[in-house]
């Protein structure tokens, strides 16, 4: 163990004590001349303290390098190659890695969630041989390499407490110090190109790479040059599987490659354990969906069980995309077999090896726990995008092939080629199982939203691509397949395993026990995608009918549009909620395209998912009726059908009428929430209390209220007085003084008894006179009758009054002729 007492490297101290509390150059500078000018004896002690000053892994805060930007100029730059892969400080940590006896302690508290509680339980993970160390009945030690340790701060750095609550938004990734180091540390340790990989330093006992050769592996005598190589136990069954196991004689040049390769493995599995195994998918899941009730009867077994959730923040989905683009860059750029005859066996690279095992061996489970996880937790909002984008990028390797030429990629527009069948096949539960988890989502989702229309159309954009849909077709259908094949290979015949086998293997990796599989192109999948196309359906309804809107006002013409001033009043800038006319047309877009991918990718026609909508119960037969007929129908005579169907059926959901209004019945419920059925949306409260519209000035609806509720509290007994009597005044007063809603009415949806007798009682509104178009109109007449007839300000009162008049003493002498008319 490195020393622990600074007193034991006092000169060494006082210099790193002095240059820790400068700015940011200088304190680098220094570290770096430190460094360089020290022992290696009295800096390997140091190295904790340093760590913990830059990453903050304890009480030390750490360097900001989530906030320090190219725009802080020198400071970026200074600080980037200090902590770059080719820096002063890991060239350091290079150094010290060579000690194998040189071991330093990380905070076991800071592991991921579901490593700790492993570990305590009694399980050891395979990563974790040989670096516990356990003292009593305490919690065991954690003891790290130095470049182990390094990386170890690195990751545990974004996802730290203090990291995930700042809640930042790093929109270009280049920009700032941490994504840009894990960049360079990403074409450092993980280069495209064999011939660039690093010259790392080796030590007399080769390091071995951990997945290259388990920890149990044994040698032959130092004469005989040979090795065998064995698997971990979870990548034992897959290897068996999906390829043949290679011996063959090692060179001393792939000895010293595979040394180097540990570096880049060590890399990959301490970004992978930090960032995505903070949830464990099939302990979780299990405990809550089937025995979260018999755990809290058993509080000991629950507390070591569930764990918390660890939700990522956006920037940790943000790293994790950008690790899986180079990782499919890695894994793309691996260099093909060469086989001289059908009797030797090719000679593969560590490298090439290492690049071919890295996602089934290494990375699968950990990726699917981590999507899984965040398709299950993460918030129904717009920035689910970014996990949905993090999904799509793993299951579109061929989009990855060339980072240098980007112009030649694949476009989500290019036939996917035959080429890509085996990572489909080998990850299929990542299209299966997560698609029908994102279906899930998609029926919760507000698709009337711009954010949401574009996820669910960048899905069936993607999963619609040419040559896609036959490739999930024919995967799941190998599924079902039993027994074993015979085929050729390499000029011999053998007996392989079915691929029904490699698929039930990976389910059995990835899922929980008690995991039910629902096929991608089965019944059930079917009928929840006829139930998220009625919805897209009723959604793409709505906003076309927002659009056509105005268009209906356009139309009016002669002596209406004369008048019709309140088109200068009304906010055309908005058609639905915050949304433009252009917003709203660019959403009906997304819709209609997600439709038609959708059902190239089920086999769908167009107009099949508003074939058959649920109706009320009596409306059921009459449908199911139809069914039978329409197998024979073409497109045509289908849409006609459901048109002159659906036509027949009344607008409104099903219910009945109670004495506070009606009450939708189960059918009325599924029809309403499912956009089938509406209601005609009205007012039902108090009109004198409706929002102030644009039309209206706010100041004078105000007064006008106050002294309206004046008058209707000083003279309500008065106004009912009047409003009673059947003569002539009375009838006039009902008019003058009439009440929101008619007693007699019933209301057309739910309200309150005493509101309902409130809204029938007679009253004063004023209202009216707030109006732009009520004042131009006063106005207006007010000149004319100036101009025209020479009236004064006194005058033109008495006119308003006499038109008052005889307005009333129409209305009342028609009033009872109307009802009449009304009722009959």
């Known amino acids: ?161 203090s990291w995930q609550s700042k809640q930042l938004n790093w929109n270009n990734m280049a920009d700032v110090v941490y994504p840009f180091l894990l960049d360079k540390y990403l074409h450092y340790f993980l280069p495209l190109n064999k011939k660039s990989l690093p010259k790392f330093p080796l030590s007399p006992a080769s390091v071995r790479s951990s997945m290259m050769q388990s920890p149990t592996s044994t040698k032959h005598s130092p004469g005989s040059g040979t090795q065998t190589r064995s698997r ?49 998918h099939d302990v979780e899941r299990g405990i809550t969906t089937h025995s979260l009730s018999w755990h809290r009867h058993n509080s000991s077994l629950s507390e070591s069980l569930m764990f918390e959730s660890f939700m990522p923040s956006n920037n940790h989905v943000r790293l994790v995309r950008l690790l899986l683009k180079h990782l499919h860059y890695f894994v793309n750029s691996v260099e093909p077999e060469i086989v001289a005859s059908p009797y030797s066996t090719a000679e593969t690279a560590p490298l090439d090896e290492f690049k071919r095992s890295l996602l089934p061996m290494l990375l699968q489970k950990k990726i699917y726990c981590y999507l899984r996880h965040g398709f299950e937790r993460w918030p129904l909002d717009s920035s689910f995008r970014l996990m949905l984008e993090t999904w799509l990028t793993f299951i579109q390797p061929w989009r990855y092939k060339d980072p240098e030429n980007i112009s030649q990629q694949h476009k989500e527009t290019e036939r996917v080629d035959d080429v890509w069948f085996p990572f489909i096949r080998d990850n299929f539960l990542f299209y299966s199982a997560m698609f029908e988890e994102f279906v899930q989502r998609a029926k919760r989702m507000h698709l009337t939203s711009l954010q949401h229309a574009y996820i669910i159309f960048r899905v069936a954009k993607v999963f619609s691509l040419p040559g896609f849909p036959q490739m999930l077709r024919e995967v799941e259908r190998l599924m079902y397949n039993s027994g074993y094949r015979q085929h050729q290979d390499l000029g011999g015949s053998c007996i392989a395993p079915d691929l029904t086998a490699i698929l039930r293997v990976q389910i059995s990796d990835l899922e929980r ?38 268009e209906k006002k356009s139309e009016k013409s002669g002596f209406a549009a004369f008048f019709d001033m309140s088109s200068y009043f009304e906010d055309n800038s908005k058609a639905y909620g915050d949304m433009s006319v252009v917003e709203v047309k660019k959403v009906i877009n997304h819709l209609e395209q997600t439709v038609t991918h959708f059902c190239q990718l089920f086999g769908m026609k167009p ?218």
Request: with cysteine.
């Open 1 to 161: 163990m490195a020393a622990s007492n600074p007193a034991a490297i006092s000169p060494v101290w006082a210099k790193y004590q002095a240059c820790i509390s400068k700015p940011f150059v200088p304190r680098c500078l220094e570290l770096e001349s430190i460094l360089a000018n020290s022992s290696q004896k009295d800096l390997s002690s140091l190295l904790p303290y340093i760590l913990e000053n830059i990453f903050g892994c304890g009480p030390e805060p750490g360097w900001p390098l989530d906030t320090l930007s190219k725009s802080h100029g020198v400071e970026f730059d200074v600080v980037t190659k200090f902590l770059g892969p080719e820096g002063p400080l890991l060239n350091f940590v290079y150094k010290l890695q060579l000690d194998t006896y040189l071991t330093y302690e990380f905070p076991f508290a800071s592991l991921p969630g579901p490593t700790r509680h492993m570990i305590e339980d009694g399980s050891l993970p395979m990563f974790y041989v040989n670096k516990l160390q356990y003292q009593g009945y305490s919690k065991p030690v954690l003891t790290l390499g130095a470049f182990e340790f390094y990386m170890f701060h690195f990751c545990h750095m974004l996802v730290c407490p």
């Open 232 to 280: 971990s136990r979870l990548g034992l069954l897959k290897a068996n599987l999906l390829s043949p196991q290679k011996s063959h004689i090692q060179s001393p040049s792939a000895e010293k490659l595979e040394a180097e390769i540990w570096w880049s493995e060590t890399f990959v599995q301490i970004v992978a354990e930090f960032w995505l195994h903070q949830n464990t």
């Open 513 to 550: 026990p008690d995991f039910q599989y629902i096929n991608l192109f089965g019944r059930q999948t079917d009928a929840e995608m006829q139930h998220l196309l009625r919805q897209i359906h009723a959604a793409k309804s709505a906003l076309e009918a927002t659009v056509q809107e105005p």
């Open 607 to 824: 107009n099949e998912q508003a074939m058959f909508i649920p109706q009320s119960p009596g409306d059921t037969s009459r449908i199911s009726g139809q069914r039978s007929m329409i197998g024979n129908m073409s497109l045509g005579d289908q849409t006609s059908l459901m048109n002159t169907s659906m036509a027949s059926l009344p607008s409104t959901p099903d219910h009945k009428m109670t004495s506070h209004g009606p009450e939708l019945t189960e059918a009325g419920r599924f029809q309403l929430m499912n956009g089938l059925k509406k209601f005609d949306l009205t007012y039902q409260g108090d009109p004198d209390l409706q929002p102030i519209r644009s039309f209206e000035n706010k100041t004078l609806v105000r007064v006008l209220h106050k002294l309206s509720d004046c008058l209707n509290k000083m003279f309500h007994t008065e106004m009912e007085r009047l409003c009673s009597r059947p003569d002539l005044i009375g009838k006039m007063s009902q008019v003058y003084l009439s009440a929101p809603i008619s007693p007699s009415k019933v209301p057309s949806s739910p309200i309150q008894r005493e509101v309902f007798e409130q809204l029938t009682r007679p009253r004063i509104s004023l209202r009216f006179l707030g109006s732009y178009q009520t004042l131009i109109y006063l106005i207006i007449v007010y000149f004319a009758l100036k101009y025209l007839a020479g009236f004064g300000p006194i005058g033109y009162l008495m006119f308003l009054v006499l038109c008052t008049i005889v307005y009333g003493l129409f209305r009342a002498l028609t009033l009872n002729k109307l009802k009449d008319i009304k009722s009959n």
